[in-house]
């Protein structure tokens, strides 16, 4: 499974190369170098690698929480943070080997705590899951939370979501994620309300309730 995660993150950047290049020179043009940023996260087995995303940020901006409206994103950076083009790189970091398609997005050594993530013993994180679905416009929800320790706040809660990805992981879980992160481009909401609301309400009320208040508030 791991080598033909790697070889499908190959034959796709393969495919993509047009659209590489294509946001090469925008980036280039917008903003200049550099065009990719890489920062260190803790991956499976508690490791550290680097990740790697299109740059949407002006260099050297200072904190690594994006609020909403952050005047440090860029013009480009902004549709590509909408679209999600700028994760584009990640299928480098598959084909390392340092993540997956799917599973619990890897997190900055700030916030990381080796007893919270313990998950990271079973699987490896990856580029999508339930709360990068969820939280594709975490600023907006860090502003709903409010406060210096926003995102300590908002962390515990996607913990949960990551737990629970790790102990109902399987191959159709994983397609259905897959499908679900695509749909997701072009219908956040729907796919929110209508295809992971329904099973969070059942398994996971708390973290429903904390979407209650700050994401369809």
């Known amino acids: 499974m791991e080598i033909f995660s ?125 709360s990068s679905i969820i939280f594709r416009n975490e600023s907006i929800i860090l502003e709903k939370i409010g406060g210096e320790n926003a995102y300590s706040k908002l962390l515990p809660i996607k913990l949960e979501l990551s737990k629970y990805y790790a102990n109902k992981k399987s191959f159709f879980l994983d397609l259905k994620l897959v499908f679900i992160t695509v749909i997701a481009i072009f219908f956040p909401n729907f796919c929110i309300k209508a295809m992971i609301i329904p099973e969070i309400k059942v398994n996971l009320p708390h973290v429903e309730r904390f979407l209650n208040k700050y994401l369809f508030c």
């Open 6 to 130: 790697r070889l499908i993150a190959l034959l796709l950047a393969i495919f993509l190369l047009p659209l590489f290049i294509i946001i090469f020179l925008l980036c280039l043009g917008f903003q200049g170098t550099p065009i990719f940023f890489k920062q260190k996260r803790v991956g499976y087995n508690y490791n550290i690698f680097e990740i790697y995303k299109y740059r949407t940020m002006v260099n050297n901006s200072g904190s690594i929480i994006t609020k909403h409206n952050d005047n440090r994103v860029t013009i480009i950076g902004k549709i590509l943070r909408k679209t999600k083009i700028d994760e584009i790189p990640q299928l480098y970091n598959i084909i390392k080997g340092d993540m997956r398609f799917i599973g619990p997005r890897p997190e900055v050594l700030d916030y990381f705590d080796k007893n919270k993530f313990n998950f990271l013993n079973l699987i490896k994180p990856g580029i999508s899951d339930y």
